[in-house]
């Protein structure tokens, strides 16, 4: 049974570029949520989503940040206009069922901004 | 509120030494799901338990135990004749029912020197 698969691993942008993050759940899971990293830090939610909905972005940025879960697909986190203080980790986890017990994480793509 | 506190952010022992990664948390909530995950130089998280709040049992896992006290709302996770392939940072989370979010500690650096 493959894992959560996410992709690029590593990402290097340039400052004002965009950046698109890819999430594939585990096979079965319709629920994922994206982490973010920052250096030095522990995760912190970002969004909670399922096949085309986004059900809690409590934690996504106000601005130049989105994710989208499509009916068909991976799940994608996007940074428009990335800045420095982008560069983070961002893990994706997936469940089966809406997960506040069982969470299964991604590797995680290394964003870095130049 | 959610909250985990990882008091400790680096500990540094020399191998075969026992060591104890300290959590407390806090919640309102009266179902709630704590967790260790262990981060190594890699990146990537790997999950080590999960505890329901209705078990306070502690458990033992080779050179790995956790000690649940809800008495002191703590999860501390101590790791038996350490050694170097545990160097890594160490997170503590914690998850409630009502939301779907993991709520993840600092982190603990554990350095385990030869």
């Known amino acids: 049974n493959a894992g959560v698969m996410q992709n690029p691993r590593h990402l290097v942008r340039r400052r004002g570029q965009e950046a698109r993050l890819r999430c594939s759940p585990m096979?079965?899971?319709?629920?994922v949520y994206w982490y973010r990293q920052l250096p030095e830090e522990g995760l912190k939610f970002m969004v909670y989503?399922?096949?085309?909905?986004?059900?809690?972005e409590s934690g996504m940025p106000k601005e130049r940040f989105s994710a989208e879960f499509p009916k068909e697909g991976p799940s994608i986190l996007r940074i428009q206009q990335v800045v420095r203080g982008d560069s983070a980790a961002y893990f994706c986890?997936?469940?089966?069922?809406?997960?506040?017990?069982?969470?299964?994480f991604g590797p995680g793509t290394r964003l870095t901004v130049t | 509120a959610q909250k985990v506190t990882q008091a400790q952010t680096e500990i540094s022992v020399v191998e075969k030494e026992d060591v104890t990664l300290d959590c407390v948390y806090e919640t309102r909530d009266t179902t709630y799901y704590l967790f260790w995950y262990k981060q190594p130089p890699s990146g990537e998280l790997v999950f080590l338990i999960r505890r329901n709040s209705f078990d306070e049992q502690n458990e033992i896992s080779g050179r790995y135990s956790w000690n649940f006290q809800k008495s002191t709302s703590s999860f501390n996770f101590t790791i038996t004749a350490s050694q170097v392939v545990d160097s890594a940072v160490y997170f503590c989370?914690?998850?409630?029912?009502?939301?779907?979010?993991?709520?993840f500690g600092s982190g603990t650096k554990l350095n385990v020197k030869p």
């Open positions: 986890a997936s469940s089966g069922t809406g997960g506040s017990y069982e969470q299964y």
């Open positions: 989503l399922q096949k085309e909905n986004i059900i809690d």
């Open positions: 989370a914690l998850s409630v029912v009502s939301f779907n979010k993991f709520y």
């Open positions: 096979k079965g899971h319709s629920h």
